[in-house]
């Protein structure tokens, strides 16, 4: 992809004035789990939306990850209503490149999905992730509960201080809950899955080589 947009954010009198609908076809179904893109999902789901860069590679990290039941691609955390991938690599909608993971925290803990989120991307880049620049390749993270929250905030404190003792600087990632971050708007149809379907596209994950020691974090933290 090696795309090179603004290196600041917008703000919302500068963005793009979006659409009143979504211009195009989202499949109902997963390529590769067969499972539904878009919601209602079974009630004993939990829902998060993680952006590590180019969403092409981060999704394939998260549908080949056990317990995982759906992903998708889009854009969340701007301004721009339903926008276009044409748009928001303009750098003038304000959103980043997001996954939206959908996963049975029965199977998998939401400490081990955010260990997969750690590990796989540098958090220390700001608005860019290796060789893609721009304000939509930042990494984020936009919760759908408080515990996740806590959860989110717990980590972060632990991978900072691993990424510290191994010369890393701190990490930039936006922290918000969905009610923050605004809506998850579906990316076209052609980049769901799309390392599916283009087994030898451009994929630019590449983690720091530095662990995220998480495991602590798999039961939900207690309340006064």
């Given at each position: ?150 959860i989110v905030e717990a980590s ?69």
């Amino acid at each position: 992809m090696f795309s090179f947009g603004p290196r600041r954010l917008v703000t919302p009198d500068e963005a793009l004035p979006g659409h009143d609908q979504r211009l195009f076809e989202v499949p109902d179904r997963h390529a590769v789990l067969g499972t539904p893109l878009e919601p209602p999902f079974p009630a004993d789901l939990e829902v998060v939306f993680l952006g590590m860069g180019c969403f092409w590679g981060a999704e394939r990290k998260f549908w080949q990850t056990p317990g995982v039941y759906s992903t998708a691609v889009g854009y969340q955390g701007g301004y721009t209503d339903n926008p276009t991938y044409d748009e928001v690599c303009t750098g003038r909608t304000g959103h980043t490149e997001a996954v939206q993971v959908v996963f049975d925290p029965e199977q998998i803990p939401f400490a081990d999905i955010l260990k997969v989120f750690w590990e796989n991307h540098d958090p220390t880049q700001g608005f860019r992730q290796g060789n893609d620049v721009g304000t939509q390749y930042r990494s984020a993270i936009y919760t759908t509960n408080a515990v996740q929250d806590e959860i989110v905030e717990a980590s972060k404190a632990m991978y900072q201080r691993a990424l510290t003792s191994n010369g890393y600087r701190d990490i930039t990632t936006e922290i918000d809950p969905v009610a923050q971050a605004g809506t998850f708007y579906f990316a076209e149809g052609y980049h769901q899955q799309y390392l599916h379907k283009v087994p030898n596209g451009y994929c630019g994950m590449g983690g720091t080589g530095v662990s995220c020691p998480v495991g602590v974090l798999g039961v939900a933290p207690e309340h006064d």
